[in-house]
């Protein structure tokens, strides 16, 4: 239908004014809301360049949620994620940072609340039988008690921002098993590397019970692990805390590529 010249640019002024005019082969505008939560391996503990600001929270300027978020054009973004982090802390310390205009969340959550610090400790420090034993002692916690705690952040995560994707990130493995590497022996590495999957695989099932999206980085770290040769983590170093984390390598070539590939983004909110 022809309509008189008039209706068409009255018609045109009132599309123009409500912000529905979309002309073929545009899209409207579209941003991204980003919230980045978690522990240490989301704040970037161990790949250095740390926000003074952030205190012992030690989130860095190489952490993989800044690097997303620089890649990408987000309408808010906000990295809240802090080192020693356990999904207690991140219930009553980091959710006020989601609402209901939240778009996108990553967290990666679990690893402190199993005592991994702890067991590392034991192993880098005792023998295979005491690595053995932290690791098995927190491997059943794994199994009996850290589910439900999973499953209550993310039941609290997705009250406080219900319309977001919500993508959850794993821990790797932290060694490649080889014959001669200086350090730790096989056994206490052979053990560790169970303990990350029985972590990943606690929080996989979790993630699944929620609906959220689960990210597996060990595919993204397979080569690039401890005694590899191209190791994307710090191994034993000074302070402590630092040791066993992925390094800027790892946030940018393992972690970075694991959101990136699970985010869900409209086209025309990426730069």
Same mark, same amino acid.
């Given at each position: 239908?022809?309509?008189?010249?008039?209706?068409?640019?009255?018609?045109?002024?009132?599309?123009?004014?409500?912000? +529905?005019?979309?002309?073929?082969?545009?899209?409207?505008?579209?941003?991204?809301?980003? %919230?980045?939560?978690?522990?240490?391996?989301?704040?970037?503990?161990?790949?250095?360049?740390?926000?003074?600001?952030?205190?012992?929270?030690?989130?860095?300027?190489?952490?993989?949620?800044?690097?997303?978020?620089?890649?990408?054009?987000?309408?808010?973004?906000?990295?809240?994620?802090?080192?020693?982090?356990?999904?207690?802390?991140?219930?009553?310390?980091?959710?006020?940072?989601?609402?209901?205009?939240?778009? *996108?969340?990553?967290? +990666?959550?679990?690893?402190?609340?199993?005592?991994?610090?702890?067991?590392?400790?034991?192993?880098?420090?005792?023998?295979?039988? #005491?690595?053995?034993?932290?690791?098995?002692?927190?491997?059943?916690?794994?199994?009996?008690?850290?589910?439900? @705690?999973?499953?209550?952040?993310?039941? @609290?995560?997705?009250?406080?921002?219900?319309?977001?994707?919500?993508? %959850?990130?794993?821990?790797?493995?932290?060694?490649?098993?080889?014959?001669?590497?200086?350090?730790?022996?096989?056994?206490?590495?052979?053990?560790?590397?169970?303990?990350?999957? #029985?972590?990943?695989?606690?929080?996989?099932?979790?993630?699944?019970?929620?609906?959220?999206?689960? +990210?597996?980085?060990?595919?993204?770290?397979?080569?690039?692990?401890?005694?590899?040769?191209?190791?994307?983590?710090?191994?034993?170093?000074?302070?402590?805390?630092?040791?066993?984390?992925?390094?800027?390598?790892?946030?940018?070539?393992?972690? *970075?590529?694991?959101?990136?590939?699970?985010?869900?983004?409209?086209?025309?909110?990426?730069?």
């Amino acid at each position: 239908m022809r309509l008189p010249r008039p209706c068409l640019l009255t018609f045109g002024a009132a599309a123009f004014a409500a912000g +529905s005019l979309t002309w073929p082969g545009t899209a409207s505008a579209a941003t991204t809301n980003y %919230v980045a939560l978690g522990d240490s391996y989301s704040s970037g503990t161990g790949a250095g360049d740390y926000d003074p600001a952030s205190g012992a929270c030690n989130r860095s300027a190489n952490a993989y949620p800044k690097l997303w978020a620089a890649a990408h054009a987000t309408g808010s973004f906000k990295f809240v994620a802090c080192s020693g982090a356990t999904t207690t802390t991140v219930a009553d310390g980091q959710l006020g940072a989601l609402g209901s205009s939240t778009t *996108l969340v990553s967290i +990666s959550v679990g690893g402190n609340d199993a005592g991994f610090s702890d067991v590392m400790l034991t192993c880098v420090l005792q023998s295979d039988s #005491a690595c053995v034993t932290a690791v098995n002692k927190a491997k059943t916690y794994m199994k009996n008690t850290l589910p439900g @705690k999973l499953d209550s952040v993310y039941t @609290k995560i997705r009250s406080k921002a219900p319309s977001a994707q919500v993508v %959850v990130l794993g821990y790797p493995r932290l060694y490649k098993i080889v014959d001669v590497c200086v350090g730790l022996s096989n056994t206490k590495r052979t053990a560790l590397n169970g303990a990350a999957d #029985a972590l990943d695989s606690a929080i996989a099932s979790a993630v699944g019970r929620a609906g959220f999206t689960w +990210s597996d980085v060990r595919d993204e770290f397979s080569g690039h692990e401890l005694c590899s040769g191209e190791d994307w983590l710090n191994s034993v170093t000074v302070p402590f805390e630092s040791s066993y984390h992925p390094t800027a390598k790892g946030h940018r070539g393992g972690y *970075l590529p694991a959101l990136s590939g699970s985010a869900k983004v409209p086209v025309h909110a990426q730069t």
